[in-house]
Nanobody, 121 residues
């Protein structure tokens, strides 16, 4: 069973920081990309940040300059460092893993249970 375990969520004041971590475990061999998505009640889930096995990163415009995504050398852990948090960052954050490589992405993916981030203005 493949599982993504997320940690680091919590409540902070605006301007504060949080660091989210996601670790993949189970029968997974190659992960092309790991990412963080978020969803607030009544809104669409959106991509926050993504990092590929090649190190390519993608950020939502709203978090550029404030969030940094990184992937551990074991390629099974992704960390999202969130600085200068804003009230609009409040959401449930979900870790995502896409198995495969640069040539072929497997036809399935994995999601974490979600971790709550609450930013008080």
């Amino acid at each position: 069973q493949v599982e993504l375990v997320e940690t680091g969520g919590g409540s902070v004041q605006a301007g504060g920081s949080l660091s989210l971590s996601c670790t993949a475990s189970g029968n997974i061999f190659s992960i092309w990309a790991m990412a963080w998505h978020r969803q607030a009640p009544g809104t669409q889930r959106e991509l926050v940040a993504r990092v590929t096995s090649a190190g390519t990163t993608t950020y939502a415009d709203s978090v550029k300059g404030r969030f940094t995504i990184s992937r551990d050398k074991n390629e099974k852990t992704v960390v999202l460092q969130m600085d200068n948090l804003r009230a609009e960052d409040t959401a449930t954050y979900y870790c995502h893993a896409q198995p495969g490589n640069s040539d072929y992405l497997l036809p399935y993916d994995y999601w974490g249970q979600g971790t709550q981030v609450t930013v008080s203005a």
